[in-house]
């Protein structure tokens, strides 16, 4: 009786522990769809991205005072380069969208319940908050790199454009020309870059970066989560018998959109401190983060503070949108195939020792 007692008990534990060993065993599944998604939504949005880096650059780049617009950008990038020069630098990009996705989704999942046990007091969107700012901040480590060979390679576009901006601009280009060596491709300009400036060119504007990204990655999870729970809140006030049904894909489309729209509006004065710090000119010096919030703020007041707050959110709108609407859908189609197969092992690892038990017996 004790023997079969105790094989029963150990049935059960086994039982129980592999019950429990697919959530913690399949945390890394975040990490894989947050990976994809991320990499998908940067792949769509690239020629957007590029348009802007090139919008934003234009003034250092060609040393004139007249700036073009988007519509005017679009023809010149289409007019000189065709569908290639959109899509320069995609490698890096899509490489460094790939480890921000992933640690940010992964992080997310894995530490939020963590967070909310050890300091209950930071529970629910805190939780959140602080995930979403954790896993950013490890993603930055290499999304930064690949930010900055992203950006050279997107504003040189091909190598025949290149050389004809070189050749229309000589006098105010000495200095790009030197800054900037034409890059054959994502391995050439890393290591380019790394030679001529070490660790410190291919992590130029590291600090500013994160005092802009950590903010924005927090708030856009915090509210997407709290999206979510409005929903729900309205799910449930629906009438009983209401067949509304919102697939988690569209619903991570839409709230997604939501929440990157306005948290890359609320981070626009980080990010134009940031734009300012890395293309600032001969003309114009600040003496770090906080001289150079003064220094708008005391000039340009709160309207300097929130320039290009359009272009950012038109571009982190539908890249938001796609990414949410990707990890959603992974976790739909994806997660339940891998938890049954689980199963499915789970039941051919127990059934033998069942049977062992009834011998016993």
């Known amino acids: 009786m004790v023997s079969s007692a105790s094989s029963s008990n150990s049935v059960l534990d086994g039982r129980s522990n592999s019950m429990?060993?697919?959530?913690?065993?399949?945390?890394?599944?975040?990490f894989v769809w947050g990976a994809l998604a991320g990499a998908f939504g940067e792949g769509m949005m690239h020629p957007v991205d590029t348009v802007k880096t090139r919008i934003q650059s234009q003034a250092i780049i060609t040393g004139t005072k007249s700036q073009k617009n988007i519509f005017q950008m679009v023809q010149t990038i289409w007019a000189s380069d065709g569908v290639k020069g959109f899509y320069r630098g995609i490698a890096p990009g899509v490489t460094g969208s790939l480890a921000t996705g992933a640690t940010y989704f992964g992080v997310i999942e894995s530490t939020k319940h963590w967070i909310e046990a050890v300091n209950p007091s930071l529970g629910g969107h805190w939780a959140h908050f602080i995930a979403g700012a954790i896993g950013d901040t490890l993603g930055s480590f290499v999304y930064v790199p690949c930010e900055?060979?992203?950006?050279?390679?997107?504003?040189?576009?091909?190598?025949?454009?290149?050389?004809?901006?070189?050749?229309?601009?000589?006098?105010?280009?000495?200095?790009?020309?030197?800054?900037?060596?034409?890059?054959?491709?994502?391995?050439?300009?890393?290591?380019?870059i790394w030679k001529e400036h070490g660790v410190r060119g291919l992590y130029a504007g590291y600090c500013s970066t994160l005092?802009?990204?950590?903010?924005?990655?927090?708030?856009?999870?915090?509210?997407y989560e709290a999206f979510k729970d409005l929903v729900e809140y309205g799910k449930q006030r629906l009438p009983p018998g209401s067949n509304v049904g919102i697939s988690s894909s569209f619903e991570g489309l839409l709230l997604g959109g939501l929440a990157g729209g306005l948290s890359a509006y609320l981070t626009t004065p980080l990010d134009v401190?940031?734009?300012?710090?890395?293309?600032?000119?001969?003309?114009?010096?600040?003496?770090?983060?906080?001289?150079?919030?003064?220094?708008?703020?005391?000039a340009e007041g709160t309207n300097g503070l929130f320039k290009g707050s359009i272009p950012r959110i038109m571009w982190y709108v539908p890249a938001s949108a796609l990414t949410f609407m990707t990890v959603e859908f992974l976790r739909d189609h994806f997660n339940e195939k891998t938890d049954s197969c689980?199963?499915?092992?789970?039941?051919?690892?127990?059934?033998?020792?069942?049977?062992?038990?009834?011998?016993a017996q």
């Open 20 to 30: 429990k060993r697919p959530e913690n065993l399949f945390v890394w599944r975040e």
């Open 148 to 192: 900055v060979i992203k950006q050279r390679m997107q504003v040189q576009g091909t190598r025949s454009s290149w050389t004809s901006t070189m050749m229309k601009q000589n006098v105010s280009q000495k200095s790009a020309a030197q800054m900037y060596h034409y890059y054959t491709g994502m391995l050439h300009a890393g290591h380019t």
């Open 211 to 223: 005092a802009r990204d950590v903010p924005f990655a927090g708030l856009m999870v915090t509210f």
């Open 273 to 298: 401190i940031k734009t300012r710090l890395q293309v600032q000119g001969s003309n114009v010096r600040y003496q770090g983060w906080l001289d150079a919030f003064r220094s708008i703020w005391k």
């Open 342 to 359: 689980i199963h499915e092992v789970t039941k051919i690892s127990i059934e033998p020792s069942s049977k062992i038990c009834e011998t």
